[in-house]
C-alpha cells in the first residue's frame, strides 16, 4: 500500500522569502515522489519527480526537493517565493509494480505581497 | 510532444442527465488515467488503463459511471444518470508503462450538476 501525507494544508509566506512545503510518503517498495502544481482553474502541471537517482531534486521555477529515505520525506523548498507562486501543490507517489498515482491532499500556497 | 486533450473543456447539466467525456492521451503513452478531483480536494483515480485493459477500477461508481479506451488509445468517461456530488473536474492523464515516467495530465473538463 501507498500513501502520502501533506503536513499543511495552508502555507503563507512573504514575497522573497523561502518556501517549504512538507510531505511524508509510505511506500512497500521503492517509490517514485512528485510534486504537482495547480494554478487557479489551470490543469496540473509537473513540477519535479525523483526516480531513485540523485536524492536532491531539481525543478522549475526555481523548486527543488530532497529525498529522505530514513525520515520518509519529499519536502518541496523554493529559495525565494515569487507572487506567481501561489498556487495548489500536489505531493504524489507511486510504486514500481502498480503504477497508481496516490495524491496527497494538497498544500495552499498563499504569498503576502 | 503534444499534450493530453479533453474535451468538452466545460459542461453544465441537470442531474439525471448523462453526460460523455473523451480524452486523447499524449502518443505512445501505454497507461491512461481518469481523476475526479472536487473542489477543494486533490484528484482521486477512478479508472486506470493500460493499453486497453483496465488496471485499477476499484474507486469507480460502476452503477453509474462507465470508462472505455478504443484500441488502447482514446479513452471515454460516461456518467448516467449524473448526480449533484458529481460536479467536479475530471482529469485525464497518461503516462508511459515505466514507472519511472512521470504522468502527464490534460486541462480537465469542469462539470457541473444542477
Known amino acids: 500500500a501507498q500513501s502520502v501525507t501533506q503536513l499543511d494544508s495552508h502555507v503563507s509566506v512573504s514575497e522573497g522569502t523561502p518556501v517549504l512545503l512538507r510531505c511524508n510518503y509510505s511506500s512497500s517498495y521503492s517509490p517514485s515522489l512528485f510534486w504537482y502544481v495547480q494554478h487557479p482553474n489551470k490543469g496540473l502541471q509537473l513540477l519535479l519527480k525523483y526516480t531513485s537517482a540523485a536524492t536532491l531534486v531539481k525543478g522549475i521555477n526555481g523548486f527543488e526537493a530532497e529525498f529522505k529515505k530514513s525520515e520518509t520525506s519529499f519536502h518541496l523548498t523554493k529559495p525565494s517565493a515569487h507572487m506567481s507562486d501561489a498556487a495548489e501543490y500536489f505531493c504524489?507517489?507511486?510504486?514500481?509494480?502498480?503504477?497508481?498515482?496516490?495524491f496527497g491532499t494538497g498544500t495552499r500556497l498563499t504569498i503576502i505581497p | 510532444e503534444a499534450g493530453v486533450a479533453q474535451s468538452p473543456r466545460y459542461k453544465i447539466i441537470e442531474k439525471r442527465q448523462s453526460v460523455a467525456f473523451w480524452c486523447n492521451p499524449i502518443s505512445g503513452h501505454a497507461t491512461l488515467y481518469w481523476y475526479q478531483q472536487i473542489l477543494g480536494q486533490g484528484p482521486k483515480l477512478l479508472i486506470q488503463?493500460?493499453?486497453?485493459?483496465?488496471?485499477?477500477d476499484s474507486q469507480l461508481p460502476k452503477d453509474r459511471f462507465s470508462a472505455e479506451r478504443l484500441k488502447g488509445v482514446d479513452s471515454t468517461l460516461k456518467i448516467q444518470p449524473a448526480k449533484l456530488e458529481d460536479s467536479a473536474v475530471y482529469l485525464c492523464?497518461?503516462?508511459?508503462?515505466?514507472?519511472?515516467?512521470?504522468?502527464?495530465f490534460g486541462p480537465g473538463t469542469r462539470l457541473l450538476v444542477l
Open positions: 492523464a497518461s503516462s508511459r508503462i515505466e514507472v519511472l515516467a512521470g504522468v502527464n
Open positions: 488503463f493500460q493499453n486497453n485493459g483496465v488496471v485499477d
Open positions: 504524489v507517489v507511486r510504486t514500481f509494480g502498480n503504477e497508481k498515482l496516490t
